[in-house]
């Protein structure tokens, strides 16, 4: 691919390398993938915003990682916004898009409609979890929320947990007053120039930060590039009417861009009859009866996608006196077959 390509941007991650300064990095536009996202609940516009924030980050840290299943991203905090939940799904096989998926959990009593929507989320834990398939070990890593953004979260996890200099410039939100929009460039230095650091770093609460792992002429570069970065208006972040490959161009022309594959994206939640059949397994019969509505069945809801799913109490648990019905059965098959 050439930076003179002509593609559709929306709802893709399009990875890219700095040859001169030896700095990777990713541009992410969510047009109809985050619109569904936020079109499954109805938020307050804070809550919109930090979903809107968590979802394009999930969309850049995820294709960032040579991903085999899954990437999780929670935010959660002791304030009116308790939980925000991002996954990103590899593609099955080349060329086929990647899946997102995100929700928020919060007390609307507590929200404040004139604080920032960052601000309240409170005092909490920003976490990335890798979950790789079947046969291998989950890796997650855990810090704590720092700075003034979702973004600046993300760096400090890089800075503390992988101990690369990472940086993220976002913008989102409603392009028409109804449609989301949102974009995002991130940076990374390469593994190579990130030297092991000892001790506390520079940040708040002695958090690492970019300037305590480079130096010399590293350091130099990686400051060049953000100055660069710092020039992006979000309009250029959110497009269209900016092609991904023009604003690499406008930005950072003096430092070598190469462009690769895009990643397209699209929202995608892999619940299921089966998987929450599954989930209620390990209840007695007991248990069971305890979860059974007036109507005599057992219902669930995905907080991702809304879907609904109901069941005859006595096909569930361990102690199960029927079998599942074959429309179940069916509706699993035919969406392996989708």
Same mark, same amino acid.
């Given at each position: 691919?050439?930076?003179?390509?002509?593609?559709?941007?929306? #709802? +893709?991650?399009?990875? $890219?390398?700095?040859?001169?300064? /030896?700095?990777?990095?990713?541009?992410?536009?969510?047009?109809?993938?985050?619109?569904?996202?936020?079109?499954?609940?109805?938020?307050?516009?804070?809550?919109?915003?930090?979903?809107?924030?968590?979802?394009?980050?999930?969309?850049?840290?995820?294709?960032? @990682?040579?991903?085999?299943?899954?990437?999780?991203?929670?935010?959660?905090?002791?304030?009116?916004?308790?939980?925000?939940?991002?996954?990103?799904?590899?593609?099955?096989?080349?060329?086929?898009?990647?899946?997102?998926?995100?929700?928020?959990?919060?007390?609307?009593?507590?929200?404040?409609?004139?604080?920032?929507? $960052?601000?309240? @989320?409170?005092?909490?834990? $920003?976490?990335?979890?890798?979950?790789?398939?079947?046969?291998?070990?989950?890796?997650?890593?855990?810090?704590? =929320?720092?700075?003034?953004?979702?973004?600046?979260?993300?760096? +400090?996890?890089?800075?503390?947990?992988?101990?690369?200099? +990472?940086?993220?410039?976002?913008?989102?939100?409603?392009?028409?007053?109804?449609?989301?929009?949102?974009?995002?460039?991130?940076?990374?230095?390469?593994?190579?120039?990130?030297?092991?650091?000892?001790?506390?770093?520079?940040?708040?609460?002695?958090?690492?930060?970019?300037?305590?792992?480079?130096?010399?002429?590293?350091?130099?570069?990686?400051?060049?590039?953000?100055?660069?970065?710092?020039?992006?208006?979000?309009?250029?972040?959110?497009?269209? #009417?900016?092609?991904?490959? *023009?604003?690499?161009?406008?930005?950072?022309? *003096?430092?070598?861009?190469?462009?690769? /594959?895009?990643?397209?994206?699209?929202?995608?939640?892999?619940?299921?009859?089966?998987?929450?059949?599954?989930?209620?397994?390990?209840?007695?019969?007991? #248990?069971?009866?305890?979860?059974?509505?007036?109507?005599?069945?057992?219902?669930?809801?995905?907080?991702?996608?809304?879907?609904?799913?109901?069941?005859?109490? *006595? +096909?569930?648990? $361990?102690?199960?006196?029927?079998?599942?019905?074959?429309?179940? =059965?069916?509706?699993?098959?035919?969406?392996?077959?989708?």
């Amino acid at each position: 691919m050439t930076l003179g390509s002509q593609i559709a941007w929306d #709802d +893709t991650v399009l990875p $890219f390398q700095l040859d001169r300064p /030896d700095i990777r990095g990713r541009v992410a536009r969510l047009d109809g993938t985050l619109d569904r996202v936020l079109a499954q609940h109805a938020y307050p516009v804070a809550v919109e915003k930090l979903v809107a924030e968590a979802a394009l980050l999930t969309a850049l840290i995820g294709q960032a @990682i040579k991903l085999r299943w899954k990437l999780s991203l929670q935010v959660r905090g002791d304030g009116p916004v308790r939980l925000i939940a991002t996954d990103y799904f590899a593609p099955c096989e080349p060329g086929a898009p990647a899946r997102i998926r995100a929700y928020a959990s919060f007390d609307a009593g507590r929200l404040d409609p004139a604080a920032e929507p $960052f601000a309240q @989320i409170g005092r909490g834990y $920003f976490a990335i979890l890798i979950d790789q398939g079947r046969g291998m070990t989950p890796y997650q890593g855990i810090t704590p =929320i720092a700075g003034g953004s979702l973004a600046a979260c993300a760096e +400090t996890y890089f800075a503390q947990s992988e101990q690369l200099p +990472t940086r993220f410039a976002l913008g989102y939100g409603p392009a028409d007053g109804r449609h989301w929009r949102a974009g995002g460039v991130m940076l990374q230095h390469m593994p190579a120039a990130s030297p092991h650091v000892a001790g506390g770093g520079s940040g708040e609460n002695g958090l690492l930060t970019p300037a305590d792992m480079l130096e010399g002429s590293a350091e130099e570069n990686w400051r060049r590039v953000n100055l660069l970065l710092d020039t992006v208006e979000k309009t250029e972040l959110t497009g269209p #009417d900016v092609q991904a490959t *023009e604003l690499l161009v406008r930005l950072f022309h *003096e430092e070598g861009p190469r462009v690769f /594959d895009a990643q397209p994206v699209q929202f995608g939640c892999t619940c299921s009859h089966d998987k929450v059949r599954q989930s209620l397994s390990i209840y007695s019969a007991k #248990d069971i009866h305890s979860m059974t509505t007036r109507e005599g069945t057992v219902t669930a809801d995905c907080q991702f996608c809304g879907a609904h799913y109901v069941f005859d109490p *006595e +096909t569930l648990g $361990f102690e199960a006196s029927k079998p599942v019905p074959q429309e179940e =059965i069916g509706d699993e098959r035919r969406r392996a077959g989708g």
